[in-house]
């Protein structure tokens, strides 16, 4: 089986139908762990005390509210050259997701930021071009629900996530695109000497782990729900004709 042959609905709905029930038990498994292990099982940070431990959600957020856009992105190139209606869909299906994601990371960053700051908010880099990445996604999810063509409504869209891209882009290496800011550096390196200690690195691993799990059976549960209202759009408009 080749990767084009999900572009299949009916072999993208098989095949996702048998993998939503490990997904979903592997994932509940991941987050129960990672973030009982971490909020429970590891010490205080001799500096930040225990906020240090809203790691384990603003993280493993910030990275998957990232990585989202790119898999949209990803998946609308695949639309824009292959004309697959599973892959925008799949795209339209991961936008709320993302928000939630971006939600989650600046929610839980303010919590971070504000005994860290002495604020809850700050004009850094960062946060900024995070935020504006969660504007982009507003819009995104916006501009699918305003046009009624769903071809058109792809293409739209797909356009809207190349230029978000650029957001995306610059909320994972603001840090390193500008040396100013309040915002930390990375928090996971190949460089050990700034990777965060191992008491607080594999618990949040198993976090990660959780987030990406979730996202990828949401996104697949969410995009068969798409495609099987897209079927009941057409079959309606088909009746209305015979009638």
């Known amino acids: 089986m080749t990767f084009w042959e999900f572009a299949n609905p ?4 098989a ?5 939503l029930p490990f997904l979903w038990v592997a994932a509940a498994l991941c987050l129960v762990v990672g973030l009982v292990w971490g909020f429970f099982f590891t010490p205080d940070d001799f500096r ?7 790691i384990y959600l603003h993280v493993p957020s910030a990275m998957m509210a990232i990585n989202i856009w790119v898999m949209m992105l990803v998946t609308s190139l695949i639309w824009i050259v292959r004309r697959h209606h599973v892959s925008a869909l799949a795209a339209r299906a991961a936008a709320p997701v993302g928000i939630a994601m971006t939600l989650i990371a600046l929610v839980t960053g303010a919590i971070w930021g504000q005994p860290m700051w002495g604020t809850w908010w700050a004009w850094d880099p960062r946060l900024t071009s995070f935020l504006i990445l969660f504007l982009f996604y507003l819009g995104y ?3 699918w629900e305003a046009i009624d063509n769903p071809d058109t409504a792809a293409d739209l869209t797909s356009v809207l996530c190349l230029v978000g891209s650029v957001f995306a882009v610059l909320s994972r290496y603001a840090v390193n695109f500008w040396n100013q800011g309040l915002h930390q550096g990375a928090t996971l390196s190949l460089d050990k000497e700034e990777n965060i200690a191992d008491v607080f690195y594999f618990p949040l691993l198993v976090c990660i782990a959780g987030f990406v799990l979730l996202f990828v059976a949401l996104v697949l549960y969410r995009t ?4 099987r209202a897209r079927r009941l759009k057409a079959l309606m408009a088909r009746q209305r004709v015979q009638a």
């Open 10 to 13: 009916k072999k993208f709905l």
């Open 15 to 19: 095949w996702s139908e048998r993998a």
């Open 48 to 54: 930040q005390g225990s906020t240090v431990k809203i």
């Open 141 to 143: 999810v916006a501009l």
């Open 224 to 227: 068969g729900t798409e495609i």
